[in-house]
């Protein structure tokens, strides 16, 4: 097995994992907002502390993985590409209209 394949069976896994974690998330608000007792919200919000981990760590590891695979393709001058790098500084708290302009010079190419 390569790197690229194990990295990509990564980026899979996480996928799925965040994916579960959030459907997880969905399930537990739901059953929470069916609550009548606190008795009977109990085991949901036991439930509830290991989705942040999971959720957390799936993203950072597709956050991860997906730079590594972008890096591979040589993608990174593609459309896609620097729209999510704009998104990200936007996240991050980067400069919006610096991100913009570099999003919008490298969609118009």
Not at 11 to 39: C, E, P, Y
Not at 53 to 62: D, H, K, N, V, Y
Request: proline residues 2%.
């Amino acid at each position: 097995m390569t790197l690229y394949s194990l990295v990509l069976f990564l980026h899979v896994a996480a996928a799925l994992a965040l994916a579960s974690a959030l459907s997880i998330d969905a399930l537990i608000l739901f059953q929470l907002h069916r609550a009548t007792t606190s008795t009977a919200a109990h085991p949901w919000l036991n439930l509830w502390s290991a989705v942040p981990r999971i959720a957390g760590s799936s993203g950072l590891l597709l956050l991860l993985s997906g730079g590594y695979l972008t890096d591979r393709m040589s993608a990174w001058s593609l459309a896609w590409s620097s729209s999510c790098r704009a998104d990200s500084d936007r996240y991050f708290g980067r400069d919006y209209q610096q991100a913009d302009e570099r999003a919008a010079k490298n969609l118009c190419r």
